[in-house]
């Protein structure tokens, strides 16, 4: 009994012991990301939409300046929209 007892604990050891491990290495498999201003539909930025909004999916146009997505990290100024190219701070209103 005690065999069997130290046997399922060793064996639920290395069950947890894996799990975690796969699970750094998905952490690891993503690739960085910033916030990237002014590149988001609207509707589809992912916060900081401006005065008056809450976060996540509240842009009121396309493309505004102080509304962020994330982006992979290093592409955010070399999306390009019909507003001109991403920037790592929020833009001003023109």
Known sequence: MTNTRT????????TLAALATGAQAADAAK????KCYGVAKAGQNDCAAG????C???SSV????????????GTCTR???PKGYGSLTPKEKK
């Open 79 to 81: 999306i390009k929209t």
């Open 51 to 54: 005065a008056g909004t809450s």
């Open 7 to 14: 046997a399922l604990a060793a064996s639920l050891a290395l």
């Open 31 to 34: 690739p960085a990301t910033e």
């Open 56 to 58: 996540a999916g509240t």
């Open 62 to 73: 396309d493309y505004q300046g102080d509304a962020w997505t994330l982006v992979e990290k």
